[in-house]
């Protein structure tokens, strides 16, 4: 039983600092320097798999048209953050160095 709370708190912990956009590297280090958990990046390119956790990459057109569709409304006065934001929310995983 807590091998199997430990594994679904480190799977937990991998999706939320996925979800947060950080990349592979910095999500084993934080894990360890943070949590104490010590795995490889391979061994968690193999948990992401298992979570059904992709980067998925887009096309810059699509971000684009959707920038447009968000800007056209009240989206017009939202900063960057914002709409960095909304792209996530809508399944488009950008980089944030798209936006700057």
């Known amino acids: 039983m807590a091998d199997q709370r430990n594994i679904k708190k480190i799977d937990s912990l991998i999706n939320l600092y996925f979800n947060f956009g950080l ?4 999500i084993v280090f934080v894990l360890a320097e943070n949590h104490g958990i010590k795995i490889s990046t391979r061994h ?3 948990r992401l798999s298992r979570l059904n956790l992709r980067r998925r990459q ?11 569709e ?5 989206g017009l006065l939202h900063g960057y953050w914002i709409l960095f934001a909304k792209c996530r929310d809508r399944g488009l995983q950008v980089k944030k160095r798209l936006y700057v």
């Open 23 to 26: 990349i592979y590297d910095d």
């Open 70 to 74: 968000e800007v056209k409304g009240p």
């Open 44 to 46: 968690l390119k193999r």
């Open 58 to 68: 887009y096309s810059l057109e699509d971000v684009v048209d959707f920038i447009k």
